[in-house]
């Protein structure tokens, strides 16, 4: 993949005793030089993420960014991404890269919602395409995509793994959501 490429990674923080979590975007090039952020807030508990990554990727007005990476598929507790309406209302290839070995979201959403709650989240779930593993530098990553074949995903996925098995865009992503966190009164939003 050209160094030029960028990808816009996702990833979130959250900061005990808020009713929201940070969720940062960052625009990186394949070669790892940073080329933009942004900032949004969603539900803890909630189901408003799907929304927040869409206003994050609008936010930034960058249509040069090929991809958008998400570093997880249910942050601030459960609060579900639909993929499918980020790959649609974003006009690239959605894929989430998590990376721990799980059984899936379904037992801990129904220990933790019930009824109407527990129903959205599950039609949102139960859409996602399956994780699928990949091996990067002796470490195992869950990739799902959608609007590209699970081969360029990989392809993707490895092109902005520099070191540690996690891609730039979601580290640096990451990065950026606990520096605001930790930069914000615990009563504000950011």
């Known amino acids: 993949m ?10 979130e923080s959250y900061r005990g005793g808020r009713d929201h979590s940070t969720l940062a975007g960052a625009v990186v090039r394949a070669d790892g030089v940073l080329d933009g952020l942004a900032y949004e807030p969603c539900t803890v508990g909630g189901t408003d993420a799907t929304d927040a990554v869409v206003t994050l990727v609008a936010d930034l007005e960058r249509p040069d960014a090929r991809y958008v990476l998400l570093g997880a598929i249910a942050p601030a507790w459960y609060n579900v ?14 894929i989430a890269v998590t990376f721990e070995a799980s059984d899936g979201l379904e037992s801990g959403l129904r220990e933790a919602f019930s009824g109407r709650e527990l129903e959205a989240r599950l039609e949102i779930y139960r859409k996602l395409p399956d994780r699928r593993p990949v091996s990067i530098d002796g ?3 869950y990739v799902r995509c959608v609007g ?14 520099s ?24 009563n504000d939003r950011v």
């Open 2 to 11: 050209k160094s030029g490429v960028r990808a816009l990674g996702v990833a």
């Open 81 to 94: 991404v639909d993929l499918s309406r980020v790959r649609e209302a974003c006009e690239r290839p959605a």
């Open 139 to 141: 470490e195992t990553v």
């Open 148 to 161: 590209c074949e699970f081969e360029e995903a990989e392809e993707v996925v490895r092109a902005f793994t």
């Open 163 to 186: 070191a540690g098995g996690r891609p730039e865009p979601i580290r640096i992503a990451r990065l950026a959501a606990r520096a605001a966190d930790r930069y914000a009164p615990s």
